[in-house]
């Protein structure tokens, strides 16, 4: 049976969720040009992680859409929220806590995608609640940012939302 912290934790992420797509939609409306996209919350190191772990964790996505989505949706959360998501990816970053919590050795740029799922499956079916909520965050939004990608709607026959008239 979830505590209360529980639900309300996993009610907070899908209501963040929501709020991802709206952001990403929006701000893809709204854009410039995709090369001269300016990330807000994310450095180098993060999207060299994020490059990673898409690849292990949505197949088919276009990596570089999707970290693109998922920079503007971590802008769009609260601050107490984005400095959770700069502590886990400070954990994923500092090579002896990367070792330590994930397994993997390497440089994210030398992971293997094997090593990535992996290492993720562990976390998602993990006994311990913070590497469970660490999987769904990262899972959550970066599923988010790329269904929230107009280059992620033609292989699921998605034809986009509708025209707003104003």
């Known amino acids: 049976m979830p505590t209360r912290r529980q639900v309300i934790g996993a009610g907070v992420v899908a209501i ?20 001269a996209f300016a990330f807000r919350v994310l450095d180098d190191e993060d999207r ?20 693109e989505g998922f920079d503007t949706a971590v802008a769009g959360l609260t601050p107490s929220v984005q400095a959770e ?3 886990l990816f400070t954990i994923l970053r500092v090579p002896v806590l990367r070792m330590l919590a994930t397994g993997i050795m390497t440089p994210w740029s030398d992971a293997s995608v094997s090593d990535v799922a992996n290492f993720l499956t562990r976390w998602r079916f993990s006994p311990i609640l913070k590497l469970r909520a660490a999987y769904d965050a990262l899972h959550q939004l970066a599923l988010a940012a790329w269904y929230g990608s107009n280059a992620a709607w033609p292989p699921i026959n998605y034809p986009g939302p509708p025209p707003v008239s104003s």
Do not use: F, K
């Open 16 to 35: 963040a969720a929501l709020a991802v797509g709206g952001l990403i939609y929006e701000s893809r409306r709204n854009s410039a040009p995709a090369d």
């Open 85 to 87: 998501v700069a502590q």
């Open 48 to 67: 060299a992680i994020l490059a990673a772990i898409v690849p292990a964790m949505i197949p088919t996505a276009n990596v570089a859409a999707t970290i």
